[in-house]
C-alpha cells in the first residue's frame, strides 16, 4: 500500500510523536528509565523512479526492521537536502539563533513583555535598546556555528510511515537534482534505530504522460474529460455535416444584428464596433472578429459605415483581414475603407475617453461591444444609450454583464456569445459544435449531481459511520482528485 | 492559399499547447509559444503608433469635425514618447552611472514622471470616476419593478446597498449579535447572499463560459469557424 | 361636390365597382335611425365593349330604384342630387377596385424599415403592392432595374433615409428608377406619378434624378425618426393620385368623379377606414378578412394602429392550388374528418381553379372547401402578424426586468387575446350555407383567445360604408352596426395547453334565456344557445395553465353576446394544435363538427 | 412635478451624485467600521506569519482604479511592515510599479526609515506577459526577473537569495483591478500549487467573480472600499497608535479607506431614492397608461 496520504487525524498524533522525537537527542533512553534499545534499522532501501508522473516523484521502499511490529512505532523517511538547501537551512539556523540571542539579550534588560513597554522608552533608553541588539547579534554571528555535512543539515525529514508499511512516495522533487535517503525505525520508546541510506543519488525523471489517476494535482482525469468533450464536440461537428439541419434557440440580441445596421443604414450614420480591449490572444477577442465578420458583411450589403477603433494593433490588423474579406464576400470590395478600423490606444482609460469623444461627436445609429470589456462597460454603453444608438453587446466578463443589461438593448450573456459565430453563420459544422457543448453541459450537471448526491447521502448516514465514510471518501475522490 | 497557412499555424499553435499542458516533457514549448506572442505583440505596438501617426495627422490635414483633438492626441503622443524613450531628466543608474540612459524612465521628479502624475493619473481617475455618475443614471433609468425577476434584483439591491455601508449596521444595529437571527443583520445578509446566491449564479455562467471557450477554441483550432480570418461564413 | 349638412340627410346611396359586378345600396333615415333598405347589383362595365364604368353603375343604381320604388337616375342617366320628395339621394358615394385597383411598386433603402413602411402605406391606402425594391433586397441593380421595366404599376412610391439621415442610398434608388423608366398601367401616353417620402434633405437631389417623364410629388417623410412612422401625408398624396392620375385614365371615371360626394376611395381603403372608425369609436381592438378568389385581404386595428396585407396567392379559386400547395395537403385534410382519396381532392381543386365559380354541390366538396379555406386563412392571418409589426430599428429602453427576456424589436402587434371583434367576409365565408360553418371557419383559422364575438359582413358592405363615414360618420357607424354585420355570437377560448379530458375552465352563464354552468375539460367544444340581441354574463375560471385574459388561473367576467350561431365555448387549447396521427385527428374533428352541428343531416340542414 | 421627474435629464442625476459625493468628503465625516469575516481572514493570514517571512505582493492596479485600491495597498504594506516581513513588491500592470512607490511614499519612507532596500523590501518591477508571467514565476522566479526595478542584477539583491519561485513566499498578497490580476493568481499560482497562500484585495466589480474562489484557492478577500476600510480598522485596532484617550491617533492616510465610506454611505442612499423614485414614476406612467 502505498501511503502518500494520510488521513489528517493520523497526521496530528504523527506531528506530535515527531515534535516530541525532535526534542529528543539521538540514541538516549527515554526519561522513564525503562531500559530498551532502539529497534534495528530497516534494511535494503530501495529508491526507484516513480512511474507516469511529471517528474517530481520518487517511490521509496525498503524491508521491515527486524522488531518491526514489536518494537517499531514508526518509519521516519528523509531525503538529502541540495547543496543550495543546506546554505539556506544553516542561514535560517543562523537567524533564528541570532534573533535568540538578540530577544534574551533585551528580556534580560527590560524583562519579559518589554515590547509592550516600548511606547514608554525614552530616545536614550531606545538608543540602549539597540546598541544592546547589535552587540548581542554580533556576538552571536561570531559564536554561531553549523557543520554543513551533519545528518541535520544534510537530510531533511519528510514524513513518517506506519509499522509494517514498507512504502512511501517521495513528491515535490527537482527533476533536475539527484537526491539520497534515509529511512530510520523508531522504538516504542520513541528511541531511534541508525538510518538506512540509499548508496546512489537518483533523480526524478519526467514521464511523457502524467497519468497518475489515483492522486490530485494529476491531469490524467483532466485529460479524460477533455478528451470526452472534444470528442463530443468532433462528434457533432461532423455529424451535422451530413444530418439534418440542427435548430438553435433563437437569441434575440443576434436577430437585431440586421435591425442595427438597417438603422444605421437608414439614419445615414456610422456602425461602431467595439471588439473589447484584449488582445489576440483572448478567445473573446477571437470570437469578436467571427461576429465582426458577419456584422461586416451584412454593413457592406446595406451599405453602412462600419467603424472599428481598437485597443490593440494586433486586433486592428486582424480586424482589417476580417472586414476586407467580408467585403470582398458581400461583392463590395470598392466599398471596403481601411481607415476606419484604426488603433486607438492601449491604455484603457484613454480609449474608453477616444470612444465616448467620438460616440458623442459622430452619434452612430449602432454599437456593437463584442469582447473581453472591464470597467469602462457602463461609460461606453451609457454613452451609447445616450446619443440613440441601438446597442448590442457579448461578453464573458461576468462583472460587466449587468451594466450592459441595463443600459445595451440586447446583450449576449456568456456563451451566447460564443455561440454568435454559428448562429450567425448557421453553418451546420458549427452549429453542431454547439450541440457538442451542450454534451460538455450535461457532463458537468451529472457530475455536479453525482457530487451532490455522494455528498448528501454520506450527510444522511452519518449514524453508519463506515457507510458514511464510504460516501465521503467517494465524493472526495471526485472533488480532490477527478476534478483538479 | 492566403487562408490555408494561418490555418496550419493556428492548428499547430493549438496542438502545441494543449500537448504542452499533458505532456511534462514537452512544457517549455508551451512558454516558447506564448514568448512568441508577446514578441509579436510588442512589434505591433509600432504597428498601433504608425497607424495612430497616420490616422490624427489625416485628421488634422483633412480638417474633420473636431481635428484639433487630434492635434492634442498627437502633441500629447510624440511629447510622451520622446520624454520617455529619451529618459529625459532621468538620472543614471548609480551602478551603471557611466551610461547616460540606465536610469529609470519614471524616476521621481523627471519629465516623464510629471506627466505621469499630472496628466495621466488625474485623467485616468477621472475617466474610472465618471462611472459612479454613470451607475447612477442608469440604476434610476433600468432598475423598475417590471416583473418578479425585477421585484427580486431590486430587493437584493437594496439590501447590498445597504449592507456595504454602515447604513446597514445602523439599520439592523437592533439584532444582538450572538442570537439565532444574527444572519438577518443586513452586513451579514449581504455577505451571505454574495456568498450563496451569487456564488451559485456566477457559477453557472462562469461554467456556460468555459465550455463556451473551450468549445470555440476548438472551432477555431480545427478551422471549423473561419470567420476571423475573414471567410465571411461563406 | 355640395356641402353636406348631416342632419338634413335622409338618403345615401353608395356604389362599389368592384372588377367584375358594381354594387350599389341604399341607405335610408327611417325612425331617426339610418338603415340600409335595398341594394342592387350590375356587371361592372370598365372594360371594352362598354369602356364606361358608369353604365354599371347607373344598371345597378335602377335596380335599387326598381326595388325601393324611389327614382335615383334621371332620364339624361345622372343620379338625382339631392333627395327631394320620393326622388333622388342626398348623398352619393362611390368605391372603385375595377380593374385590379390600384397597383403600386414601392421602395425604401432597408426592406425591413422604410420600404415596409412604405408597403404599409401603400397597403392602407388601399393599394396591391407589386413588388418592393430596397437596397438589401439581394438583387444586383441591374435585376432591379429589369424589375422596374416588367411592372406597370399605377404608381411608385418612393421612401428612404430618416430625415438628416441617409442621402445617398436614396438617390442611388432614385437612379434606378428614373433610367428603367416604368410605364404606367392606363394610358401610355400619360406621366408615371411617382410619391417621394423619404428623407427631406434628399428631395432636392431627387428633384434632380428625375426628368418630365415622371410626375414626383414630395410629401413628408415616411419616417421622419426611426422611432416614428407618419403614414398620414403618403396615403392622402396616394388617394390624390389615384384620382388626379389611375381613376382620371380610366373609362368613365372621369364622369364618375363628378357625381360623386366624397373623393373616389380604392376598395380595401375603404373597407380600412371604416374598421378604423369602429374600433376607434367602440375602442376595440378588430380584426377584418375578406378572401376572395385570388387574394385575402387582412385587416386589423390593435392599439389604433391599423395594418392590412394582401395576401395574393391565397384565395379560393384562382389561387387554390397555391393554397394547397403552400399548406400541404395533409394539412388541410387534418380538417377534414373522414377519409377522402387525395387524388380525387387534386381533381376538385384544379377544377375550381378552371372553373372559379363552382359551387360545392355535395357534403363531401363543401367540407373540402372549408378545409382549404381554413387553411387559406391561417397562412393569410400569419402573413399579416408577420407585417403587422412595431417598428424596426428603434432603441429599446431596457429594464433589469428585461434581462431573462430580451424581445426583439419588429414584434407582432397582433394579440389575439386582445382581439375584440373578428368580422368575416368574402364568399366562402359569407355564402357558407350554415353560420356555424362560417363561425367555426374563424375560429379554427384566427384562433382567437379569450372572448372574442364573431360576426360577418351580411352583404359585403364595408367598403360602402368606409367612404360614407368620411362624409357622414353617423350614418356609417349606425348602418354598420345594424344591418352590415351579422352577429355569429361570441367565442369563448382559452390559452394555454393541457392533457386530454382534464379540467380547462369551468364556466357559469347568466342571461334572460341562458342560465347555465359547467365545466370545459381540454379538447373539448361547446355551443350554447344565445340567440342575436341576447347578452348574458360569463364568468369563467380557468384552471392553473389556461389564460382566458386575466393571466393563467386568473377568473374574468365579462359580457357576451349572442347571435345567429350563439356562444362557442371553446377548450382545445390555444395554439390549437391537432393530433399528427389520422386516426385521432378525424376522431377529434368529428367530435368538434358534432359538438357545434357544423354538418347535420340534409332534412335539418336547410335552415 | 410628475411631468420633470419622468423626463428628468440625466445632469441632474449626476449634480445629485457630485453633492452626495463632495458633500461628506468637505464635511470629513467618517463612520465606524464592524469588520467582516472575509477581512479578517486576511488580516488572520498576516497575523500567522513570522518577523522576517518573505511576503510578495503583486500590485495589479492603475491609477484609474486607485481609489478602490490605494486605501488597502496602504493598509497592506503597513501591515507588513508592523509584522516586520520582507515585502517583495511586483507588477502585471505597466503603471504597477508606480502604485507601489505611491504606497512606499506613503508607508516606508516616511513611517519605516529602518527598513532598507534590498535588505526589507525590493521593488521586482513590472514585467509584460500577464498570466504567462505568473505560470513561469510560480516554478522560476528568476527566469523572468533577472533583475529588480531599478536595472540592479538579482543576485545582488541580499533578500533575493533564499527565493527561487513563487512558491518560497509565505504569502502572496494581490491587488487587482481586473486582467490580469486576482483571477489568474488564483488559476495558475494558489490552484496548481496549493502551498502557495494568496489573500487579494480587489475591486467591486470583481468581488463577486472571486467569491467561488473563498476559501479553498483565496482564503481572504478584500471587496472594494468597504473591504479596504474593514481591515485598515483592523490593523489600526492592533497597530494603531492611541491618545491619552485610547482613541486611535493616527495620520489620515490610514483612515483613506474608511473615509471613503462616507460619501458611499450617502451615494447608496442616493443610488436608493432615486431607484425609488425610478419606480413610483414608472407605476404613475403604468396607471395612467391603463386607465387610458
New interface residues.
Given amino acids: 500500500m502505498k501511503h502518500s496520504r494520510v488521513s489528517p487525524l493520523r497526521l496530528l498524533f504523527l506531528l506530535a510523536l515527531v515534535s516530541s522525537l525532535a526534542s529528543a537527542t539521538h540514541g538516549q533512553e527515554a526519561d522513564d528509565g525503562v531500559v530498551s534499545s532502539p529497534p534495528r534499522p530497516p534494511s535494503n532501501l530501495r529508491a526507484v523512479d516513480y512511474p507516469m508522473d511529471k517528474g517530481e516523484k520518487i517511490d521509496l521502499t525498503w524491508d521491515l526492521s527486524l522488531d518491526d511490529p514489536e518494537n517499531v512505532s514508526t518509519y521516519l523517511v528523509y531525503r538529502s537536502r541540495t547543496d543550495k538547501e543546506i546554505e539556506k537551512k544553516i542561514a535560517d539556523d543562523r537567524k533564528k539563533f541570532i534573533d535568540a540571542v538578540k530577544t534574551a539579550a533585551t528580556e534580560g534588560l527590560f524583562g519579559e513583555g518589554w515590547k509592550d513597554r516600548m511606547a514608554d522608552l525614552t530616545q536614550e533608553q531606545l538608543t540602549h535598546v539597540r546598541e544592546v541588539r547589535s552587540r548581542a547579534a554580533e556576538r552571536a554571528e561570531t559564536t554561531f556555528s553549523s557543520d554543513p555535512t551533519s545528518e541535520d543539515n544534510v537530510y531533511k525529514f519528510l514524513g513518517t510511515a506506519m509499522p509494517g508499511e514498507n512504502e512511501f512516495v517521495i513528491d515535490k522533487l527537482d527533476g533536475k537534482k539527484s537526491y539520497t535517503f534515509m529511512v530510520k525505525a523508531v522504538g516504542t520508546d520513541l528511541s531511534q534505530s541508525a538510518g538506512v541510506v540509499t548508496e546512489v543519488g537518483l533523480t526524478p525523471v519526467l514521464q511523457w504522460f502524467d497519468g497518475e489517476w489515483n492522486t490530485s494535482g494529476g491531469r490524467f482525469w483532466l485529460s479524460i474529460i477533455i478528451l470526452v468533450f472534444c470528442g463530443a464536440v468532433v462528434f457533432w461537428i461532423l455529424r451535422a455535416r451530413s444530418g439534418k439541419p440542427i435548430r438553435v434557440r433563437k437569441i434575440a440580441g443576434l436577430e437585431a444584428v440586421d435591425e442595427a445596421v438597417g438603422r444605421a443604414t437608414e439614419m445615414g450614420r456610422p456602425i461602431l464596433f467595439v471588439p473589447g480591449i484584449q488582445d489576440m490572444n483572448d478567445i473573446q477577442t477571437i470570437a469578436a472578429m467571427t461576429i465582426l465578420s458577419h456584422i461586416s458583411k451584412t454593413a457592406a450589403e446595406y451599405d453602412a459605415k462600419i467603424e472599428v477603433p481598437t485597443a490593440r494593433s494586433l486586433v486592428m490588423t486582424t480586424a482589417r483581414e476580417t472586414v476586407q474579406a467580408s467585403y470582398l464576400t458581400a461583392g463590395k470590395p470598392d466599398a471596403y475603407n481601411q481607415d476606419l478600423i484604426y488603433y486607438v490606444t492601449d491604455e484603457q482609460f484613454g480609449f474608453v475617453a477616444y470612444l465616448s469623444g467620438m460616440m458623442v461627436r459622430e452619434k452612430p445609429a449602432a454599437c456593437f461591444y463584442m469582447g473581453a470589456f472591464y470597467a469602462e462597460s457602463l461609460i461606453l454603453a451609457e454613452t451609447g444609450n445616450h446619443v440613440g444608438a441601438i446597442q448590442i453587446a457579448g461578453t464573458a466578463m461576468p462583472a460587466q454583464l449587468p451594466f450592459f443589461v441595463a443600459a445595451c438593448d440586447y446583450t449576449l450573456i456568456g456563451e451566447e456569445f460564443f455561440a454568435a459565430s454559428a448562429y450567425l453563420s448557421g453553418s451546420p459544422e458549427e452549429l453542431g459544435s454547439l450541440k457538442g457543448q451542450d454534451v460538455g453541459k450535461i457532463i458537468v450537471v451529472f457530475l455536479m449531481f453525482i457530487g451532490i448526491t455522494l455528498f448528501t447521502l454520506a450527510a444522511l448516514t452519518s449514524a453508519n459511520p463506515g457507510l458514511s465514510s464510504i460516501f465521503r471518501n467517494m465524493g472526495d475522490f471526485l472533488k480532490n482528485v477527478i476534478l483538479t | 492559399m492566403k487562408r490555408t497557412v494561418p490555418l496550419i499555424i493556428t492548428f499547430l499553435g493549438g496542438v502545441v499547447l494543449i500537448i504542452a499542458y499533458f505532456i511534462p516533457y514537452t512544457q517549455a514549448w508551451g512558454e516558447k509559444a506564448a514568448v512568441f506572442f508577446d514578441v509579436l505583440a510588442a512589434i505591433a505596438f509600432v504597428l498601433g503608433g504608425g497607424n495612430l501617426l497616420k490616422n490624427h495627422l489625416k485628421k488634422v490635414s483633412d480638417r474633420v469635425a473636431g481635428w484639433g483633438y487630434s492635434v492634442i492626441c498627437l502633441v500629447a503622443f510624440l511629447v510622451t514618447l520622446t520624454v520617455g524613450l529619451g529618459k529625459i531628466g532621468v538620472n543614471p543608474n548609480t551602478q551603471f552611472s557611466n551610461y547616460a540612459w540606465s536610469g529609470v524612465y519614471d524616476q521621481v521628479g523627471s519629465p516623464f514622471w510629471w506627466l505621469y502624475e499630472y496628466g495621466f493619473k488625474p485623467l485616468t481617475a477621472t475617466m474610472f470616476a465618471i462611472l459612479a455618475f454613470y451607475v447612477a443614471s442608469a440604476a434610476f433609468r433600468a432598475f423598475r419593478a417590471k416583473n418578479f425577476e425585477a421585484i427580486l434584483l431590486l430587493g437584493t439591491a437594496f439590501i447590498i446597498l445597504l449592507g456595504r455601508t454602515y447604513a446597514g449596521v445602523v439599520l439592523t444595529g437592533f439584532i444582538p449579535d450572538d442570537s439565532a437571527f444574527s444572519g438577518l443583520k443586513l452586513e451579514n445578509f449581504t455577505v451571505y447572499i454574495m456568498q450563496v446566491f451569487n456564488t451559485a449564479g456566477n457559477r453557472a455562467i462562469m461554467i456556460g463560459i468555459a465550455l463556451g471557450v473551450a468549445s470555440t477554441s476548438l472551432k477555431v483550432l480545427l478551422g471549423v469557424d473561419r470567420s476571423y480570418l475573414g471567410s465571411g461564413g461563406d | 361636390m355640395n356641402q353636406i349638412d348631416p342632419d338634413q340627410v335622409q338618403v345615401i346611396l353608395a356604389t362599389d365597382c368592384g372588377s367584375t359586378t358594381t354594387k350599389a345600396i341604399l341607405i335610408q333615415k327611417l325612425e331617426g335611425v339610418y338603415r340600409q333598405t335595398h341594394r342592387g347589383e350590375a356587371p361592372t362595365t370598365v372594360e371594352e365593349p362598354f369602356a364606361d364604368v358608369t353604365m354599371g353603375v347607373i344598371n345597378s343604381v335602377t335596380e335599387v330604384e326598381e326595388l325601393s320604388g324611389r327614382k335615383l337616375v334621371d332620364e339624361s342617366g345622372r343620379i338625382i342630387q339631392p333627395a327631394s320628395g320620393d326622388e333622388g339621394c342626398d348623398i352619393y358615394i362611390s368605391t372603385s377596385s375595377a380593374g385590379g385597383g390600384l397597383q403600386m411598386m414601392v421602395a425604401g433603402?432597408?426592406a425591413?424599415?422604410?420600404a415596409a413602411s412604405a408597403k404599409r402605406a401603400a397597403l392602407g391606402a388601399g393599394a396591391i403592392v407589386m413588388d418592393v425594391i430596397s437596397?438589401?433586397d439581394?438583387r444586383k441593380p441591374h435585376e432591379q432595374i429589369n424589375r422596374i421595366r416588367e411592372l406597370r404599376p399605377d404608381m411608385i412610391l418612393v421612401s428612404?433615409?430618416?430625415d438628416?439621415?441617409?442621402?445617398?442610398?436614396v438617390v442611388q434608388i432614385a437612379e434606378l428608377i428614373a433610367p428603367a423608366k416604368p410605364q404606367p398601367r392606363f394610358g401610355k401616353e400619360f406621366t408615371m406619378p411617382l410619391i417621394y417620402a423619404g428623407?427631406k434633405d434628399a428631395a432636392p437631389l431627387i428633384e434632380k434624378v428625375f426628368d418630365e417623364s415622371i410626375d414626383l410629388s414630395i410629401v413628408p417623410n415616411l419616417?421622419p425618426k426611426?422611432e416614428m412612422e407618419n403614414l398620414g401625408p403618403a396615403r392622402d398624396m396616394i388617394h390624390d393620385m389615384f384620382l388626379e392620375h389611375v381613376m382620371a385614365h380610366a373609362p368613365g371615371y372621369d364622369k364618375l368623379m363628378g357625381w360623386t360626394d366624397a373623393p373616389i376611395m380604392p376598395t380595401p381603403a375603404a373597407v380600412g377606414n371604416i374598421l378604423q372608425r369602429i374600433a376607434k369609436d367602440k375602442k376595440i381592438n378588430v380584426v377584418g378578412v375578406d378572401i376572395g378568389g385570388a387574394t385575402t385581404d387582412v385587416f386589423s386595428v390593435f392599439d389604433k394602429t391599423f395594418n392590412r396585407t394582401v395576401s395574393a396567392n391565397l384565395g379560393m379559386s384562382y389561387s387554390i392550388s397555391n393554397v394547397c400547395a403552400e399548406s400541404g395537403m395533409e394539412n388541410i385534410l387534418r380538417w377534414v374528418h373522414f377519409d377522402m382519396d387525395e387524388r380525387e381532392l387534386r381533381n376538385r381543386v384544379k377544377n375550381k381553379m378552371i372553373r372559379p365559380t363552382t359551387i360545392p354541390q355535395s357534403k363531401e366538396a363543401l367540407i373540402f372547401e372549408q378545409a382549404v379555406a381554413r387553411e387559406a386563412l391561417r397562412l393569410a392571418y400569419i402573413q399579416h402578424k408577420e407585417f403587422a409589426t412595431t417598428l424596426?430599428?428603434?432603441?429599446?429602453?431596457?429594464?433589469?426586468?428585461?434581462?431573462?427576456s430580451?424581445?426583439?424589436?419588429?414584434q407582432t402587434i397582433v394579440d389575439n387575446m386582445k382581439l375584440n371583434l373578428l368580422v368575416a367576409s368574402g364568399g366562402v365565408l359569407s355564402h357558407a350555407p350554415r353560420m356555424h360553418q362560417t363561425a367555426l371557419l374563424l375560429v379554427d383559422a384566427f384562433e382567437p383567445e379569450g372572448v372574442t364575438h364573431l360576426a360577418k359582413d351580411s352583404i359585403f358592405m364595408m367598403p360602402h360604408l368606409g367612404v360614407l363615414a368620411e362624409v357622414h360618420t353617423k350614418a356609417a357607424v349606425e348602418v354598420f352596426e345594424k344591418d352590415c354585420l351579422i352577429y355569429l355570437g361570441t367565442c369563448v377560448a382559452a390559452k394555454g395547453l393541457g392533457k386530454p379530458d382534464k379540467l380547462c375552465f369551468t364556466f357559469t352563464l347568466r342571461g334572460d334565456t341562458l342560465n347555465e354552468s359547467g365545466e370545459m375539460n381540454f379538447g373539448d367544444i361547446r355551443l350554447l344557445p344565445l340567440g342575436p340581441e341576447e347578452t348574458a354574463t360569463i364568468t369563467c375560471e380557468p384552471s392553473r395553465n389556461f389564460d382566458l385574459g386575466a393571466g393563467p388561473g386568473k377568473k374574468i367576467e365579462q359580457e357576451v353576446r349572442g347571435g345567429t350561431v350563439g356562444l362557442i365555448l371553446d377548450a382545445r387549447g390555444r395554439p390549437l394544435r391537432l393530433p399528427v396521427d389520422r386516426p385521432a385527428c378525424q376522431k377529434a374533428i368529428a367530435k368538434w363538427v358534432d359538438a357545434i352541428g357544423l354538418y347535420p343531416e340534409p332534412e335539418e340542414a336547410l335552415v | 412635478m410628475y411631468e420633470f421627474l419622468k423626463n428628468l435629464d440625466r445632469r441632474w442625476v449626476f449634480l445629485l451624485m457630485l453633492l452626495s459625493v463632495a458633500v461628506p468628503i468637505l464635511l470629513n465625516a467618517r463612520f465606524p467600521e464592524k469588520p467582516t469575516g472575509l477581512a479578517r481572514a486576511v488580516f488572520n493570514e498576516i497575523e500567522k506569519l513570522n518577523e522576517g517571512d518573505p511576503v510578495l505582493l503583486a500590485f495589479d492596479f492603475d491609477p484609474a482604479s486607485e481609489g478602490e485600491l490605494g486605501p488597502m495597498a496602504t493598509a497592506f504594506v503597513r501591515h507588513c511592515a508592523e509584522k516586520k516581513l520582507k515585502m517583495y513588491f511586483m507588477s502585471l500592470w505597466p503603471v504597477g510599479p508606480r502604485m507601489v512607490e505611491d504606497a512606499l511614499d506613503r508607508v516606508v519612507r516616511p513611517d519605516f526609515p529602518d527598513l532598507k532596500y534590498g535588505e526589507d523590501w525590493v521593488q521586482l518591477g513590472y514585467k509584460s506577459g500577464y498570466e504567462a508571467v505568473i505560470k513561469v514565476i510560480v516554478t522560476d522566479l528568476k527566469q523572468l526577473y533577472t533583475t529588480d526595478r531599478f536595472g540592479a542584477s538579482i543576485d545582488s539583491i541580499p533578500l533575493m537569495a533564499d527565493i527561487q519561485s513563487v512558491q518560497d513566499f509565505s504569502l502572496v498578497i494581490n491587488i487587482s483591478a481586473g486582467y490580469a490580476g486576482t483571477k489568474e493568481w488564483v488559476q495558475y499560482a494558489s490552484t496548481p500549487y496549493p502551498d502557495i497562500i494568496l489573500v487579494a484585495g480587489c475591486t467591486g466589480v470583481q468581488a463577486p467573480l472571486l467569491y467561488p474562489y473563498i476559501p479553498e484557492q483565496l482564503p481572504g478577500l478584500l471587496g472594494a472600499i468597504k473591504g479596504a476600510a474593514e481591515y485598515e480598522m483592523l490593523v489600526l485596532d492592533k497597530y494603531g497608535a492611541r491618545d491619552e484617550n485610547g482613541e486611535l491617533d493616527e495620520p489620515g492616510k490610514y483612515f483613506e479607506g474608511i473615509r471613503r465610506m462616507g460619501p458611499q454611505l450617502i451615494a447608496h442612499v442616493l443610488m436608493i431614492l432615486l431607484i425609488i423614485t425610478g419606480n413610483i414614476i414608472f407605476f404613475i406612467e403604468r396607471n395612467r397608461e391603463g386607465s387610458s
Fill in positions: 433603402v432597408v425591413e424599415m422604410t437596397a438589401n439581394k428612404g433615409g430618416t438628416g439621415g441617409n442621402t445617398t442610398q428623407n419616417r426611426m424596426k430599428g428603434v432603441q429599446q429602453q431596457r429594464t433589469v426586468g428585461d434581462t431573462f430580451q424581445e426583439a424589436g419588429g
